[in-house]
Structure formats: structure tokens, C-alpha cells
């Protein structure tokens, strides 16, 4: 049974197809498809992103797919960047763009109110429209520089206080169970290897 696991970002990838080894299930890829539609995530919450991706990816394709929309939420922020996590400084930057502007922002924000969580909400759609919604979420606190060479987007601020490491710095297997992509497939995968009997 094929499964389309609706996203470009090649990191994201690889953490969903770890955490889904030794399933029956057969992991596609967009790069797999041909001509896949442009979705645009217009939706105010990362719950209507996540459904819009995973619907209009599953009917183009005709597979089970997974989509999901996450991103990191900063308290002192006002709960930014939010949906806005993967373009905060503009439509075309990078993660280190990223990094940089909220170093910036978080400029002389104290220790102790540095707070921060990473939100994930993970859609799975069928190609007949019916699509159901999970939802997990990691909290830490932003570092006042990156350390670690591992993970991607704001991992290398984002230090988890129970391990005293950052996302970038913590083995990818301790990573995806303690994630927030990670808390919310393990919601999925029960109904995920169900349907892969049938």
C-alpha cells in the first residue's frame, strides 16, 4: 500500500520514513510525482494547512496521503512565527535567514521568558475527501545562538531543558520520539498499519 507523504522538504522526509521503517507501508515522495499542483497554505491555522495539502494532494494522486503543516511558536513573540514559521524573513529565505531574523527579534528577551514550542498538526487523506487530523506539540526554549549540525529549520536554537541539548545536537532517535512530528505520527501510525492489512 502506497502512502504519499506530502511534502518538499527533503528532512522532513527522512524523519517520517524512519519513523515509519519496518512498516508494510511503501513511502512516496512528491519528487515521485509528475507535475504535482503548487498547494498554497493560506490557511490562519496550521490545522487547515495541513487538511488543505493532504486533500488536494490525495485526490492529484490517487494515494493515501500524509501532509502536515508545523512550526515553532515563541511566547514572547505572541505565539510568532507560527503558520509563518518556514518564510519569517520572506517568501524566498532559508533556514539560516530564518535563524538569523529571530536571533534578531529575540534580541534581549530574558532567559525566563524565552519560551517556545514546536506545534505540528498532521492531515491524512483519502482520495474520496474524508480526512482526519492529528495534533502534537514539544516545548523548550530559544538559545541566544545555534549550536548543532543535525536536524533543519530552528532546530539548532530550540533547546529541549530535560536533555540540555538543542533539536540539531540531540541523535536522530531521541529526536523523533520526543518531536513534535514525531508525538503526532506515533497518533497516526496505529490507524496507518491497519489499514496496510487490508
Not at 512550526?71 to 518556514?86: E, K
Amino acid at each position: 500500500m502506497k502512502l504519499l507523504v506530502a511534502t518538499g522538504n527533503q528532512g522532513k522526509l527522512k524523519e517520517i520514513r524512519s519513523l515509519l521503517e519496518g512498516s508494510p507501508l511503501e513511502i512516496v515522495g512528491l519528487d515521485q510525482l509528475v507535475d504535482p499542483p503548487e498547494v498554497v497554505e493560506d490557511g490562519a491555522t496550521f490545522t487547515a494547512n495541513a487538511r488543505k495539502k493532504a486533500q488536494e494532494m490525495a485526490e492529484f494522486s490517487g494515494y493515501l496521503t500524509l501532509a502536515d503543516d508545523s512550526g515553532l511558536v515563541v511566547n514572547a513573540l505572541n505565539g510568532a512565527p507560527g503558520v509563518y514559521s518556514a518564510r519569517y524573513a520572506g517568501e524566498q529565505c532559508d533556514d539560516i535567514a530564518n535563524n538569523d531574523k529571530l536571533l534578531t527579534v529575540m534580541e534581549g528577551v530574558a532567559d525566563e521568558k524565552r519560551q517556545a514550542a514546536f506545534h505540528c498538526v498532521m492531515a491524512l487523506a483519502w482520495p474520496d475527501g474524508r480526512c482526519e487530523t492529528y495534533e502534537g506539540q514539544v516545548s523548550g526554549l530559544i538559545m541566544h545562538g545555534l549550536r548543532g549540525d543535525g536536524g533543519f529549520g530552528y532546530d539548532p536554537l530550540f533547546i529541549v531543558p530535560e536533555y540540555g541539548k538543542t533539536m540539531a545536537e540531540l541523535p536522530l532517535e531521541i529526536k523523533n520520539r520526543i518531536s513534535h512530528r514525531g508525538t503526532t505520527l506515533r497518533k497516526v501510525i496505529p490507524l496507518l498499519q491497519e489499514l496496510a492489512k487490508h
